[in-house]
């Protein structure tokens, strides 16, 4: 069988015949040139944009105008020439019959009942209920955007801008992933800053604490390895005997959210021994021996190891050695930071690392993410509203958008009132199966008059919507993008040319914009015109060509570059707080209503009803609800499972392979049983993800419970995601 190129990219048969012919991660030739000799391999330079701590340096291979293969930039030190599973399998998400093709209408919403439709009646739609529902309200308010990390290239913050550009809307505000670590940083160091993790190498004694970097951020582990090859010692501090877990020299089980309890008592061992430097904490810090006198009247070894369930001679151990070696590195990873204590937990730990003196050093650092590498102009975030509009009157009397919380989001969108949000615009986020309280979110989706998504798969919002609009890969548009972990910048070119009908945020926004001045002319100020990589070149301002050491962006489609800043973090010893001082007191903290001082805060209570906390990780084979969908991914991993201890499966009747319902007030799952002893008696785990065609999510028993912090930085506090208790029976 023959097909022609406009066959093979034209229609989802052919695109099914397609995948089953290829094999596209093969320098093989293609379908369409079957008949004639390859053309010659061309290489583009690219960056992974997903929501990862590695922001992968790639270099994909195209031929004859097909992506036939990705792998790592070797030009980038940390990737390193080498990608994760998932980078590897990015040709099977570009070529994916899966994938949205064209601009699609569901009637009605949730029937399956999908028509296609053309891009312009798809703009017409919208623009016309946005017109009518500013008419009918008097203003865009009954918009709400909600958009997070699904692509976090940055001139995806055209979503920002476009919907500034059509008046004050309502929006999203804050971040599920890790805000309680970043406000605890923010009030110890003045903002999120990390040692480059390409100087892990140069640590004696390496603490990875709630962070499973064998799956999360496989870059990081050489880097880990050669410090061990130089005779480091690897302590990894987990609630499971994660992959990570299993390489370190030493492994401890810790109960779930006691880590600042571990961290104090390691705290008290240190004082009571006089391994403190002295010098460097009183000369860097406020409040120091306040925090010191606190330790001395409330903190001891035997409680410390009571609340952990660690040993007290290892709290000793590992209090004597991470002291007494220098330098020593700790990575916090932001899974210990969701609980109701999170973010005072990192404060402790963060407190730890002032103590022996190893924030500020090479091969040291109480080490979590960074947003120094972000200084772009994100000119397509900055559109102004239109003349007349009217928007939501802040407590400081002025007027602009309408914030709701990011982490309630079905429960403060069907809040509003004045006026009710009637529109959602859903992108580079899927709340379906990601938010907490999932009933409450399918509430939400059944009570809006009209919701867009734009979206690469028929997820689980998708399958919630009216409209989905489908989005370009980062292979198929021009872009940049930095890392909240390393050091490097990279560019996107445009490998291929887009699939499909798919369209990039920026051309989507441009369209609406031509379409609703069209329809009422001055209604957006979103511009209409501009090509993709116009718009990139707009990103970059004269400080990040500095930052960089380049004059112009073209620079980075020779090699990605590294940011001109220490290996060290707070290396100059200029802190970011009010005082310019680490500040162990913070008085900002105290103003929010939280401890001045890292002290202990107790974990949430286990529910005489629901006795077993269900933990929900991510996963390997997926990132959040990406990847997991593809072929080779459901090869690998074919179906969810809950992993559970033997002893806690034989308590309730449960065998390997069983089918387990796992509930609690809010709601109910059914899973089948993985019996394992990498997770304690009374904890269960499942890896949070989409599966194609399956009703799998962890989140239908997740309540919206906050964590302790996330206001001061983010907006709004976190979810306290492993907080989450439940009651286990045989199905």
């Not at 928007?391 to 602009?400: N, P, R, S, T």
Request: hydrophobic share 35%; with cysteine; proline share 6%.
């Amino acid at each position: 069988m023959k097909l022609s190129r406009r066959q093979f990219l034209g229609g989802a048969a052919a695109t099914a015949v397609g995948a089953a012919l290829f094999d596209f991660n093969l320098l093989t030739p293609s379908v369409a040139a079957a008949d004639k000799a390859p053309g010659e391999v061309k290489t583009f330079r690219n960056v992974c944009p997903r929501n990862c701590y590695d922001t992968c340096a790639q270099i994909s291979y195209v031929q004859d105008g097909i992506m036939k293969k990705v792998e790592g930039d070797p030009k980038q030190t940390y990737t390193n020439g080498k990608l994760c599973l998932k980078g590897y399998t990015y040709t099977r998400r570009v070529y994916s019959p899966d994938r949205v093709k064209y601009p699609m209408k569901q009637t009605p919403r949730g029937s399956g009942n999908w028509t296609r439709i053309s891009w312009d009646e798809a703009m017409d739609t919208i623009a016309k209920k946005i017109l009518d529902l500013k008419k009918r309200y008097g203003s865009t308010l009954p918009i709400c955007l909600d958009k997070y990390s699904g692509n976090f290239g940055i001139t995806h913050y055209g979503i920002e801008g476009m919907m500034s550009s059509l008046g004050y809307t309502t929006r999203a505000l804050g971040t599920p992933c890790w805000p309680a670590g970043i406000d605890a940083q923010t009030y110890d160091f003045g903002t999120l800053y990390s040692n480059d993790p390409e100087d892990m190498v140069n640590a004696k004694y390496l603490i990875l604490w709630g962070q499973n970097a064998a799956w999360t951020s496989i870059h990081s582990f050489p880097f880990i390895n050669k410090a061990r090859e130089n005779g480091a010692k690897l302590v990894v501090i987990d609630p499971i005997l994660t992959s990570t877990a299993s390489k370190a020299d030493l492994y401890l089980q810790i109960k779930s959210s006691t880590d600042g309890a571990l961290a104090l008592g390691m705290a008290r061992y240190i004082l009571d021994n006089n391994w403190v430097d002295w010098d460097y904490a009183r000369a860097n810090s406020v409040g120091f021996d306040e925090w010191v006198d606190y330790l001395k009247k409330n903190i001891t070894l035997d409680w410390a190891s009571e609340k952990t369930g660690i040993p007290k001679e290892i709290i000793m151990e590992i209090a004597r050695e991470y002291a007494t070696t220098k330098p020593a590195s700790m990575w916090v990873g932001y899974g210990m930071q969701r609980h109701i204590n999170g973010g005072q937990n990192v404060r402790i730990i963060d407190a730890l690392g002032v103590m022996t003196g190893n924030v500020g050093k090479s091969g040291g650092g109480v080490n979590y993410g960074h947003l120094e590498t972000w200084g772009f102009a994100y000119n397509a975030m900055t559109n102004p509203a239109p003349k007349g509009s009217k928007g939501f009157i802040g407590k400081d009397g002025k007027e602009g958008d309408r914030n709701i919380n990011m982490n309630n989001f079905a429960h403060d969108v069907l809040a509003q009132n004045d006026p009710p949000v009637k529109m959602l615009w859903l992108a580079c986020r899927n709340p379906g199966s990601q938010d907490p309280d999932t009933h409450a979110i399918e509430k939400m989706f059944s009570e809006m008059e009209f919701v867009v998504t734009v979206d690469s798969f028929f997820n689980k919002t998708v399958e919630l919507s009216d409209i989905v609009l489908p989005a370009t890969t980062h292979f198929e548009d021009w872009d940049v993008m930095a890392s909240y972990w390393h050091y490097w910048v990279g560019i996107n070119q445009r490998a291929i040319d887009p699939m499909y009908e798919s369209k990039s945020d920026v051309e989507i926004a441009m369209l609406l914009s031509q379409k609703m001045n069209a329809l009422e002319p001055g209604s957006c100020t979103f511009p209409t015109a501009g090509s993709p990589e116009e718009w990139l070149a707009k990103e970059f301002n004269p400080a990040m060509y500095s930052f960089l050491g380049i004059s112009d962006y073209k620079e980075l489609i020779n090699a990605p570059r590294k940011a001109k800043m220490p290996a060290a973090s707070w290396s100059d010893g200029k802190f970011r707080t009010p005082s310019k001082k680490i500040e162990i007191h913070s008085e900002l903290a105290q103003k929010n209503g939280l401890p001045a001082l890292p002290i202990w805060v107790e974990d949430m209570k286990t529910p005489e009803k629901y006795p077993i906390r269900f933990m929900t990780p991510h996963p390997q084979h997926a990132l959040h609800s990406q990847f997991q969908n593809l072929d080779w991914m459901m090869t690998a991993n074919p179906e969810p499972k809950v992993e559970i201890h033997p002893v806690l499966a034989a308590k309730y009747g449960i065998s390997e392979g069983d089918k387990v319902k796992i509930f609690n007030d809010l709601g109910t799952l059914t899973l089948k049983a993985h019996l394992t002893r990498t997770t304690s008696p009374d904890v269960i785990v499942a890896y949070e993800s989409w599966y194609k065609g399956s009703n799998f999510n962890v989140n239908y028993t997740l309540k919206a419970t906050p964590s302790d912090m996330g206001k001061q930085a983010t907006g709004n506090d976190g979810v306290a995601f492993h907080d989450n208790f439940v009651m286990i029976e045989k199905a």
